[in-house]
């Protein structure tokens, strides 16, 4: 389910169940995409990019999405595993102060992976 | 194998107390950044050095400070630590700002007394 405030959005899933994580993005000018996962006490961990002349990108059990009529992305994790368990961050690449681009990330889903 | 280092991993300051955190890196990668992250929060980035050339967000608050003395090391200064500023600070690098990703260190845990 889907909390507001503070909270993060979950998503509860069964070990060995496909999961997809979803974020909004709110820029149509943004090329580059990544997605992170963060475990408890640890930096982002890079997962898996786009960018935007693509649509689709997969990796090992990961793939992204990218429709960009939308402005929406999703990550996609095959067979989940308890150590999937994590808070999934996705960020967009845009354009900052004077020209650098920065990532700004969006807020964050916590996956849970149940035995 | 660590590419991005930070120390300490966590750190107790007094509140009003300078502080500094550092972060190091042996991909010799052309850009460091520095990012707070709270509880359950995303993170949020403070400002980012371009080899020498320093760029601050518009809202970082002016209590906060960095250094980049050579392209391996970064420093960020907190000169009149808040409750507020008790946070996760995250240092990350990058081959460049455009279109390539970044790679985290762990985070310095910092709290305030």
């Known amino acids: 389910g889907e909390s507001v405030g503070l909270h993060l959005p979950t998503l509860s899933v069964q070990e060995g169940d496909n999961s997809i994580i979803n974020c909004a993005y709110s820029n149509s000018a943004s090329d580059y995409f990544i997605w992170y996962k963060q475990e408890s006490g640890k930096g982002p961990q890079f997962i898996i990019d786009?960018?935007?002349?693509?649509d689709k990108r997969q990796g090992q059990r990961v793939t992204v999405l990218l429709n960009k009529t939308v402005k929406h992305l999703s990550l996609q994790i095959a067979a989940t595993q308890p150590g999937d368990s994590a808070v999934y961050f996705c960020?967009?690449?845009?354009?900052?102060?004077?020209?650098?681009?920065?990532?700004?990330f969006g807020k964050g889903t916590l996956l849970t992976v149940n035995p | 194998d660590a590419m991005v280092i930070q120390n300490p991993r966590y750190q107790v300051t007094q509140f009003g107390k300078p502080v500094t955190l550092s972060c190091s890196q042996t991909?010799?990668?052309?850009?460091m950044y520095w990012y707070q992250q709270k509880s359950s929060q995303a993170p949020k980035l403070l400002f980012h050095?371009?080899?020498?050339?320093?760029?601050n967000e518009a809202d970082t608050p002016d209590n906060f400070q960095s250094r980049r003395p050579n392209t391996s090391f970064c420093f960020l200064d907190i000169r009149s630590p808040g409750l507020g500023d008790a946070a996760m600070y995250l240092c990350a690098t990058a081959l460049s700002t455009g279109g390539q990703p970044q790679h985290f260190g762990d985070g310095t845990r910092l709290s305030i007394l």
């Open positions: 786009i960018r935007s002349n693509m």
């Open positions: 050095y371009y080899d020498k050339d320093f760029n």
């Open positions: 960020a967009e690449n845009r354009a900052g102060r004077g020209s650098n681009y920065k990532l700004t």
């Open positions: 991909l010799n990668h052309n850009v």
